[in-house]
């Protein structure tokens, strides 16, 4: 939301920016174009590791009963109604997990897509559960012995930057 006096004010909790090559992404918003394609009963977007980027947005997209729709569909009508950098860089099609009233429960998206998130073959850096560090490194590989590696560095930083790391392990 931007205020008459240019005062910018983010509508989304700080887990849900996702910050893409040092812009901030609100996965509401996405959701929201998202929401208005007609095969799309239920999105949610969460953050995803990317090399030159940070992190990019994935949709997690359940259509409606009867309805058809492809990754490439989807991401065409993102870049029709949002600025590119804001798209989605990957759709998954699936049930998307809720609580017994309704809501979508990210955090579920999150954890499962975090399993998939080890090193890539890219060499990017992702997260692992703060008691698996210590021995094998946030990022699951072996720790190298002077330390932390260079893209251990990197999350570490975009990390405290989003306040959700305190300390260099």
């Keep these: 939301m931007i205020h008459p006096d240019g005062y910018i004010q ?38 995803h590791p990317h090399e030159k980027w940070g992190e990019t947005p994935v949709a997690y997209v359940e259509l409606k009963e009867g309805a058809s729709a492809d990754k490439a569909e989807l991401i065409a009508w993102s870049r029709q109604h949002l600025a590119p950098f804001k798209c989605p860089t990957d759709v998954v099609f699936t049930t998307i997990p809720r609580t017994s009233t309704g809501k979508i429960q990210k955090f579920r998206l999150r954890q499962a897509r975090r399993a998939e998130w080890r090193h890539s073959s890219a060499g990017v850096c992702l997260r692992v559960p703060r008691a698996d560090r210590k021995a094998v490194g946030k990022c699951g590989a072996a720790r190298p012995a002077e330390g932390i590696g260079e893209c251990h560095r990197v999350h570490q930083a975009r990390l405290m930057h989003r306040g959700q790391f305190s300390r260099v392990l």
Excluded: F, Q
Excluded at 17 to 34: P, W
């Design 10 to 47: 983010l509508k989304d909790r700080s887990k849900d920016i996702i910050i893409s090559g040092g812009e901030n992404v609100s996965s509401i918003k996405v959701e929201n174009t998202l929401y208005a394609h007609p095969a799309v009963l239920a999105c949610a977007v969460v953050a």
